[in-house]
């Protein structure tokens, strides 16, 4: 049964959806404006959005349990999303950890839609996922974990299973995150993505690439378009590779992709790993292609440390043909490089303005913040936002501010879980496994408040 409150200032309802009831059901039902209340533990069915809702008069769903109602999707994707004008709160969702594309935790190409405090985790393929046709969707203070962990081949070639994956999606955002564990990259930003804005969240990858901004190789997206990624603002993040010397940032395919004021690390660049047994770890992987004699990628402001040689390295195209690497594409100043194995004698970006120090943080790896005396404080350049010095500080963190992130979780390594064609069912991590995202958020979202979201790419 579905209990029914109807306020009285409104015309919105209110549907309370319990133990053994259909979330479905209730969707049947639903108008735009009303509100969708999950109260039981678990549920196991296929949410599918399919309604057409005003921008400002959405179907909210949300758990409101102290702990977050677990879905676990039933033959396919937990949420599918081509609707428009929903708000999707404090849920935990999960689905068939077998690698295939029909298990993707969300997937969708609808607009106006919010994913807010969600956990999803421990999928057979992404994560989250858009394509051609998603608009205004945003991953809120959420944790994408896990997710694609059986998605290798027979030659141990990793297939996909990416955290977030934002393919053709426009005007999208990802604030307040924590991504960690995903068996191929923490974001993947392709296809035609336009408009996009990610901020203040925590990417740790154990696989070879952190983000992937662009896609090399491939010479079309959503309406044929040969720009896959177009105005992406990456700011404010930290991004992190640990138990691999694999590359961070993965870039190709863009235009005016502006990467400031984040905080690049490699957690251990010792360890070996069966996917980069060479032990070569560095910055990026550009290929000449991907971006233009104008500038059209610009870092800056940033803090990249425990690198080693080379910051840079060409990516061949996926026909086997070497593509030529072509530093001048970018525009790279204002930086801070630093690595324990190789000592820098002179930037890796060749700008003068560029730092090589130790940044000395508060207390690496768990606070990025920071101390007193660091030769990043005062160090960037002004680019039109709020700084307590003389000018913007480099990474992530003001001076003053905590940074205090994750430690770096022991998970399962990518292609560990359920390979294509094996038998697998959905399950629940428990345990040490699961990470309790108000430390992450306090930290990283409300100390900057003050940012409002006219920050966001127009």
């Given at each position: 049964?579905?209990f029914?409150?109807?306020a ?8 309370t959806?319990g133990?053994?009831e259909?979330i ?8 735009c ?5 999950l109260?039981a533990s678990s549920y196991v069915?296929?949410i ?6 005003p921008?400002?008069?959405?179907i909210h ?12 999707a039933k033959h396919g994707?937990a949420?599918?999303?081509?609707g428009?004008?929903f708000?999707v709160e ?8 077998q ?5 993707r935790v969300?997937?969708?190409?609808g607009t106006?839609?919010d994913?807010?405090d ?10 989250i996922?858009?394509y ?9 203070d959420s944790e994408i974990?896990r997710n694609g962990?059986?998605c290798?081949?027979s ?7 990416d ?7 426009l005007g999208?955002?990802v604030?307040?995150?924590y991504?960690?564990?995903?068996n191929f ?5 392709k296809g ?5 804005w ?6 740790y990858?154990?696989s070879q690439?952190a ?6 190789g491939?010479t079309?997206?959503c309406d044929?378009?040969e720009i ?6 990456f700011?404010?993040?930290?991004v ?12 190709g395919?863009v235009q005016d992709?502006?990467?400031r004021q984040?905080?690049v690390?490699v957690f251990?660049?010792?360890d070996?790993h069966p996917m980069n047994?060479?032990?070569v770890?560095?910055?990026?992987i550009?290929?000449?292609?991907g971006?233009?004699?104008e ?12 690198f080693?040689?080379p910051?840079?390295?060409?990516l ?10 072509d ?5 790279m100043?204002?930086n801070?490089?630093?690595?324990v ?6 930037s890796p ?9 130790d940044p000395?943080?508060i207390d690496?790896p768990?606070?990025?913040?920071l101390s007193k005396?660091?030769?990043a ?9 709020d700084?307590d010095g003389a000018a ?5 963190f ?5 940074g205090?992130?994750?430690?770096p979780p022991?998970e399962?390594q990518?292609?560990s879980?359920?390979p294509p064609?094996a038998?697998g069912?959905a ?6 496994g699961?990470?309790?995202l ?9 100390a ?7 920050d966001?790419?127009s």
């Amino acid at each position: 049964m579905l209990f029914v409150l109807v306020a009285s200032t409104a015309r919105a309802a209110t549907y309370t959806v319990g133990e053994g009831e259909s979330i479905g059901d209730a969707l049947a039902i639903a108008a735009c404006g009303d509100t969708i209340e999950l109260t039981a533990s678990s549920y196991v069915e296929d949410i599918n959005l399919w309604a057409k809702c005003p921008e400002d008069n959405r179907i909210h769903i949300i758990g409101v349990t102290d702990a977050r109602p677990l879905v676990t999707a039933k033959h396919g994707y937990a949420i599918s999303f081509n609707g428009s004008g929903f708000i999707v709160e404090h849920i935990e969702l999960t689905s068939d950890p077998q690698c295939g594309q029909d298990n993707r935790v969300i997937f969708g190409n609808g607009t106006h839609f919010d994913f807010i405090d969600l956990y999803v985790h421990d999928g057979g393929y992404d994560g989250i996922g858009t394509y051609c046709g998603a608009e205004d969707v945003r991953v809120i203070d959420s944790e994408i974990a896990r997710n694609g962990l059986g998605c290798i081949d027979s030659d141990g070639n990793l297939l996909n299973g990416d955290g977030i994956d934002l393919f053709g999606c426009l005007g999208c955002e990802v604030g307040g995150d924590y991504i960690h564990g995903n068996n191929f990259n923490a974001l993947s930003a392709k296809g035609g993505n336009a408009d996009t804005w990610v901020h203040d969240s925590v990417m740790y990858s154990t696989s070879q690439y952190a983000l992937e901004l662009g896609q090399e190789g491939q010479t079309s997206g959503c309406d044929d378009t040969e720009i896959l990624l177009d105005n992406m603002l990456f700011e404010r993040n930290v991004v992190g590779m640990y138990k691999i010397n694999g590359w961070p940032v993965r870039v190709g395919f863009v235009q005016d992709l502006t990467f400031r004021q984040n905080t690049v690390v490699v957690f251990d660049n010792t360890d070996p790993h069966p996917m980069n047994p060479d032990g070569v770890s560095g910055g990026f992987i550009i290929t000449e292609s991907g971006v233009g004699p104008e500038h059209t990628a610009v870092f800056q402001n940033n803090i990249f440390a425990n690198f080693g040689l080379p910051l840079y390295e060409p990516l061949a195209a996926r026909d086997g043909s070497e593509l030529a690497l072509d530093e001048l594409s970018l525009q790279m100043d204002h930086n801070l490089f630093y690595s324990v194995d190789e000592g820098f004698t002179d930037s890796p970006d060749g700008d003068s303005t560029s730092l090589v120090a130790d940044p000395l943080f508060i207390d690496f790896p768990t606070n990025l913040g920071l101390s007193k005396g660091s030769p990043a404080i005062d160090a960037g350049v002004d680019l039109g936002d709020d700084s307590d010095g003389a000018a913007p500080d480099l990474g992530a963190f003001e001076f003053g501010e905590d940074g205090i992130v994750p430690s770096p979780p022991e998970e399962a390594q990518p292609g560990s879980g359920v390979p294509p064609g094996a038998c697998g069912c959905a399950s629940s991590p428990t345990g040490s496994g699961r990470w309790k995202l108000g430390l992450i958020l306090a930290c990283l979202v409300v100390a900057r408040a003050r940012r409002a979201r006219e920050d966001r790419p127009s």
